[in-house]
């Protein structure tokens, strides 16, 4: 994945360099965690990318066709980083972190916050509270759900895709574009 991310990068440069709008299509649980993906650089390289895609001035289209989590979807121009034009599949579902992962994490804070205190920590209490995160983090992560908190510019059928996406271009022609030159410093 660091690769991918540096690459991506480069790639989001020379577009600027070029003034050609750009063209993010989302499938991505996030960035690899782990400790061998973070020797391999992967924070470096997806903050490169993160900062490739916040300072980039070209017009952006995002497509959220199927998953859309956490830093990956700052790095695929989500929402956050505010795409001229951003749509949804049916299929897509996007948040902060999956509905698992968000879960998990709470488990640990709730383990370490019972251990601290000298309490005895209840998973199988503890089941119902994972239970009721999982649902509630699904339900926020549909296209339809998204879309009614105006998160993107609709939800689209995926054969109507290559339409919308040149009515969205015909849109930004109407405008000069001009790419950024400066991405701030990168560390190496």
């Given at each position: 994945?660091?690769?991918?991310?540096?690459?991506?990068?480069?790639f989001i440069q020379?577009?600027n360099?070029?003034?050609t709008?750009l063209?993010?299509?989302?499938?991505?649980?996030g960035?690899?965690?782990g400790?061998?993906y973070?020797?391999?650089?992967?924070?470096?390289?997806?903050?490169?990318?993160?900062?490739?895609?916040?300072n980039?001035r070209?017009?952006h289209?995002t497509v959220i066709?199927?998953?859309?989590?956490g830093?990956?979807n700052?790095g695929?121009?989500g929402?956050?980083?505010?795409?001229?034009?951003?749509?949804?599949?049916?299929?897509?579902?996007?948040?902060?972190?999956g509905?698992?992962?968000l879960a998990?994490?709470?488990?640990?804070?709730a383990?370490?916050?019972?251990?601290?205190?000298?309490?005895?920590?209840?998973?199988?209490?503890?089941?119902?509270?994972?239970?009721?995160?999982?649902?509630m983090?699904?339900?926020?992560?549909?296209?339809?759900f998204?879309?009614?908190?105006v998160y993107?510019?609709?939800?689209i059928?995926?054969?109507?895709?290559?339409t919308?996406l040149?009515?969205c271009?015909?849109v930004i022609?109407n405008?000069?574009?001009?790419?950024?030159?400066?991405?701030?410093?990168?560390r190496?």
């Open positions: 994945m660091s690769e991918e991310a540096q690459k991506a990068a480069q020379l577009a360099q070029k003034d709008p063209l993010f299509l989302h499938n991505t649980t960035y690899m965690v400790a061998e973070e020797q391999g650089g992967i924070i470096k390289h997806g903050a490169m990318m993160i900062n490739a895609v916040s980039s070209v017009p289209l066709m199927g998953a859309s989590y830093a990956g700052y695929m121009n929402r956050a980083y505010d795409p001229r034009f951003l749509f949804t599949w049916p299929s897509a579902k996007s948040a902060v972190m509905p698992q992962q998990g994490v709470l488990e640990i804070v383990r370490e916050s019972a251990e601290k205190k000298g309490e005895v920590f209840d998973a199988e209490e503890f089941r119902g509270v994972r239970e009721m995160v999982e649902s983090v699904e339900a926020q992560s549909l296209p339809y998204l879309s009614g908190m993107d510019d609709g939800v059928d995926p054969r109507d895709t290559r919308v040149g009515i271009l015909s022609d405008q000069p574009v001009e790419g950024a030159m400066n991405f701030g410093v990168f190496l």
